[in-house]
């Protein structure tokens, strides 16, 4: 019985990541992001196998994976297509309101739909976001060509996948698949997250200088462990990707290859680990295994 026991402790064990619970993020590898995408990330296609080969090689490790979607409307805020006189790429100051209601001004003009006039409010109620303004990309319910949203055919999913979507308000963008830009509504990923009881989160996906680095800072702020697997993201610039890996290195966020989380996850063969609920239940029940020896001789 203590035997069986024990044996169940130890493969309980190889649940937990260094006593964690953890989960793997997959930020937003839609068709839109990859290759022929109407936003393409250079080699952004090159994730998925790392993606795939560490959800395979680790399922034991991961007690949930989220994939988060983009999912903008048409004639969504940061689409340059919605803004005239302004090209992608260029840089826009978008007016909130104390609601997060997106205000009318300068780059937002009077008859784009999801838009409110705040000429009448305090400056002091009011919040600029900057917004960069995108192609058209990763459209609702769009499932072919260069805007669609679907997830790419090549990455593996499963029926306990979670999908978190983000981006769908039309008048305000969402680079974390927690909160939006302005920080006015968040997803309910932080909510699944806690009831699954998750403190560590491995984040991979696109792009790495936007979704992957706001999702795993606002990871970071809300307390949990981040790991983000460089080589499991790809960047949209070089300049934005160095900076975005530097200030994630700075908060304390780690920043790891696919190798390395091989070596951060136990050996299942190694049993418990120190630290985790089942290495506790080890120990407590070589205790009470010892003690039953000795009173016996
Ligand atoms: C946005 O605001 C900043 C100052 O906060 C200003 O330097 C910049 O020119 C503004 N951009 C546009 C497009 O109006
Ligand atoms: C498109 O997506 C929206 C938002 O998810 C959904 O409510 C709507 O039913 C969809 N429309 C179609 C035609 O699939
Ligand atoms: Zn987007």
């Known amino acids: 019985m203590l035997v069986l026991l024990t044996i169940t402790a ?12 953890a989960a793997l993020l997959i930020i937003d590898v839609q068709d839109c992001f990859l290759p022929r995408g109407s936003l393409a990330v250079s080699d952004g296609d090159q994730v998925i196998p790392v993606i795939n080969k560490l959800r395979e090689d680790f399922k034991d490790a991961f007690s949930l994976v989220v994939l988060s979607q ?14 005239p006189g302004f090209n992608p790429y260029s840089v826009v100051n978008l007016t909130y309101n104390a609601d997060g209601a997106l205000c009318h001004g300068a780059s937002v003009p009077s008859n784009f739909p999801y838009a409110v006039d705040c000429s009448n409010q305090p400056g002091s109620k009011l919040r600029v976001v900057q917004q960069t303004l995108w192609p058209d ?6 499932t072919s060509g260069g805007t669609s949203a679907e997830f790419s055919p090549l990455l593996t999913m499963k029926d306990s996948d979670v999908v978190v979507r983000k981006g769908y308000l039309c ?3 969402s680079y974390s698949a927690f909160f939006d830009n302005g920080g006015f509504r968040q997803t309910e990923l932080n909510g699944i997250l806690k009831e699954h009881n998750i403190d560590l989160v491995v984040v991979t996906g696109l792009a790495l200088d936007y979704c ?6 606002d990871a970071h702020a809300l307390g949990y462990k981040v790991l983000t697997v460089t080589d499991a993201a790809r960047g949209v610039a070089p300049g934005s990707t160095e900076a975005a890996l530097e200030d ?10 696919a190798a390395d989380l091989e070596g951060a996850l136990q050996d299942p ?4 680990n120190p630290g985790s609920f089942s290495f506790y239940l080890f120990v407590a029940l070589g205790a009470v295994l010892t003690a039953f020896l000795v009173f016996k001789s």
């Open 70 to 83: 983009d999912w903008h409307c048409p004639d969504h805020v940061s689409f340059a297509s919605q803004h």
């Open 212 to 217: 992957v680095y706001y999702t795993s800072k």
């Open 248 to 257: 994630m290195k700075n908060i304390g966020i780690e920043l790891i290859t």
């Open 269 to 272: 063969s190694k049993g418990a």
């Open 10 to 21: 130890a493969l309980a064990g190889t649940q937990t990541v260094r006593g964690h619970q």
């Open 137 to 142: 990309h990763c459209i609702r319910n769009v």
């Open 171 to 173: 008048g305000v963008d």
